[in-house]
């Protein structure tokens, strides 16, 4: 059965220092790799994609997240963070055309002064 | 262009009660999807429809009924409301460029 693995459950940053977050997968073939952001009562936000190509991904807000096929892996990572970036954060795996999506338990960043 | 709408943003059932959850969409994306939200499970996909008059069962339907009569509605109802159901709800399309979210519904069943 596919699963996501996200085995960090709270994270504490300082501003300014840097952040990965990680992501694991347990799929047959290459899946559509994808992570996300959710601030407290609101929505889901896309940070960023992977489908194919190029296994280095930017996104927004300065996020960028490196697929590793030989490591199952698609962690997300801010080379400095900042306060707004304090949220939980979602890795998420579709894993057929029709892209039923199969998300991770998520992970709570808060960021200190 | 409103994207994915969903009403209402809040609802309080009793245990027993019924509701339907509505989902709007205007991008004309085939594929839909329901899911819930519950902590330190991330999200969990309850039914979705690959197009109008086709739907299937995700990882959590039980209680949960669908049904796709137009491109732009998905509905999902709850027939018999459990305190089991308090979640947040959200819904969302797909195309070859990814996924769009609505912004949930928050239910608590009392």
């Known amino acids: 059965a596919q699963s996501v693995t996200q085995p960090d459950i709270h994270i504490t940053v300082s501003e300014g220092a840097s952040l990965e977050l990680r992501c694991n997968y347990s799929?047959?073939?290459?899946?559509?790799l994808f992570w996300y952001v959710q601030s407290p009562g609101q929505g889901l936000q896309l940070l960023l994609k992977y489908f194919s190509g190029d296994t280095l991904v930017q996104g927004i807000k300065g996020f960028e997240a490196e697929f590793k096929r030989s490591q199952s892996s698609f962690n997300l990572r801010k080379p400095s963070v900042h306060w707004s970036d304090a949220a939980e954060y979602f890795c998420?795996?579709?894993?057929?055309?029709?892209?039923?999506?199969?998300f991770g338990a998520g992970t709570q960043v808060v960021v200190t002064p | 262009n409103a994207g994915v709408t969903q009403t209402p943003k809040f609802q309080v059932l009793k245990t027993g009660q019924s509701m339907t959850l509505q989902c709007a969409q205007d991008m004309n994306h085939e594929y839909m999807s329901w899911y819930r939200q519950d902590p330190g499970m991330g999200l969990r996909l309850i039914h979705y429809?690959?197009?109008?008059?086709?739907?299937d069962q995700g990882e959590v339907p039980n209680g949960y009924n669908v049904s796709r009569s137009t491109t732009e509605d998905f509905p999902l109802r709850l027939l018999s409301a459990a305190p089991s159901q308090t979640s947040v709800y959200f819904c969302a399309t797909q195309d070859s460029y990814g996924y769009t979210f609505g912004s949930g519904t928050r239910l608590t069943v009392v």
């Open positions: 799929y047959g073939a290459t899946p559509y």
């Open positions: 429809s690959v197009g109008a008059g086709i739907t």
């Open positions: 998420a795996v579709g894993t057929d055309s029709w892209g039923k999506l199969q």
